[in-house]
């Protein structure tokens, strides 16, 4: 089982050159997200999806889009970066529990993708 | 909106000592709380969470917190830390239905020997 899976794990990219960050889980979670970690501000909320087909925004939304095809797949993708998207990725899931379930909203995280944009 | 506040970005303990990191949230219905801890260069790992009930929540290593609705504050204690409890440590809040969960800014726990 080997819960959620982010490539890469590292990349450095040039302002205006584009990107995808890859995230996979294999638990069957209805609810995949994106945060974005940078010192002293915690985990930023980018965009999210409670289910295959449907995406919303997050906290800091701009410079970033993402799609759900699939359950089990949410990748992240940067259009034209730039120096202020330098940061630590992590992608995370967790089932949908609307009902109010022993794991809802318990998040399963990535290991993280460190991004530099130069 | 959903807030949650960290006073104390950085706390340093002698090993042996007790713990207290402080977390205060803001959401206007009754909050599902979560402490989560982050190893250096690691992902985030749940440390225990608060959905209803008992208001005492005991997690894993060791670590317990206590939901005061009064003070809308969810301290992580623990009574005695150890040299590998050095970490951080992520205070965060969601709703029961609503899928978004918001972190605070984070306490970085420094043990000395």
């Known amino acids: 089982n080997a819960g959620v899976t982010q490539t890469p794990k590292f990349q450095v990219l040039k302002t205006g050159q584009s990107m995808t960050l890859q995230c996979a889980q294999d638990m069957n979670h209805e609810y995949m997200s994106w945060y974005r970690q940078d010192p002293g501000m915690g985990l930023r909320l980018i965009h999210y999806?409670?289910?295959?087909?449907?995406?919303d925004q997050g906290e800091v939304p701009n410079g970033y889009n993402v799609s759900r095809s699939t359950t089990e797949d949410f990748p992240l993708r940067l259009l034209s970066a730039a120096p202020s998207q330098t940061s630590v990725y992590f992608c995370a899931s967790s089932h949908g529990g609307g009902s109010g379930g022993s794991g809802a909203n318990v998040l399963t995280f990535g290991a993280g993708s460190r991004l530099t944009v130069l | 909106a959903q807030s949650v506040t960290q006073p104390d970005i950085h706390i340093t303990v002698s090993e042996g000592a007790s713990l207290e990191l402080r977390c205060n949230y803001s959401y206007g219905a009754t909050p599902y709380l979560f402490w989560y801890v982050q190893s250096p260069g690691q992902g985030l790992q749940l440390l225990l969470k608060y959905f209803s009930g008992d208001t005492l929540v005991q997690g894993i290593k060791g670590f317990e917190a206590e939901f005061k609705r009064s003070q809308s504050s969810f301290n992580l204690r623990k009574p005695s830390v150890h040299w590998s409890d050095a970490a951080e440590y992520f205070c965060?809040?969601?709703?029961?239905?609503?899928?978004?969960?918001?972190f605070g800014t984070g306490t970085k726990l420094q043990v000395i020997p």
């Open positions: 999806s409670v289910g295959a087909g449907i995406t």
């Open positions: 965060a809040v969601g709703a029961r239905g609503y899928q978004k969960v918001t």
